[in-house]
């Protein structure tokens, strides 16, 4: 059983940065595939934004590719997003995911459904006003 928790949500202006934290506990992370994901807006199917494989290979959404910089610190325990260079449309609330299956297995665009991945954290608010 693994338990994430998100930090580091808030509100910025569009243009700044924001990091979100997601710190593990239960299980150690060094084996699970990452991931974050957002649901923009409310009700909506929440997207993949960025994932980290257990080696530290990384890939991102389109939309934030050369924006965001998912890392992870193994010994911490701990996966980072780095959000720069915000914009309106990113605003959502951000969750964090790990996987020991296929949510780094396979393309992009073949990303697991979010609620079909084996643990997820309750999320952080990201807003970015214009």
């Known amino acids: 059983q693994v338990l994430l928790v998100e930090s580091g949500g808030g509100s910025v202006q569009a243009g700044g940065s924001l990091t979100l934290s997601c710190a593990a506990s239960?299980?150690?992370?060094?084996?699970?595939?990452m991931a974050w994901f957002r649901q923009v807006p409310a009700g909506k199917e929440r997207e993949g934004v960025a994932?980290?494989?257990?080696?530290?290979?990384?890939d991102y959404a389109d939309s934030v590719n050369g924006r965001f910089t998912i890392s992870r610190d193994n010994d911490k325990n701990t996966m980072y997003l780095q959000m720069n260079a915000l914009k309106p449309e990113d605003t959502g609330m951000y969750y964090c995911?790990?996987?020991?299956?296929?949510?780094?297995?396979?393309?992009?665009?073949?990303?697991?459904?979010?609620?079909?991945?084996?643990?997820w954290g309750q999320g952080a608010q990201v807003t970015v006003s214009s």
């Open positions: 994932r980290i494989d257990s080696d530290g290979d990384s």
């Open positions: 995911a790990a996987d020991g299956g296929m949510l780094c297995g396979g393309s992009w665009s073949r990303l697991p459904r979010f609620n079909d991945l084996g643990y």
């Open positions: 239960g299980s150690t992370i060094d084996r699970y595939c």
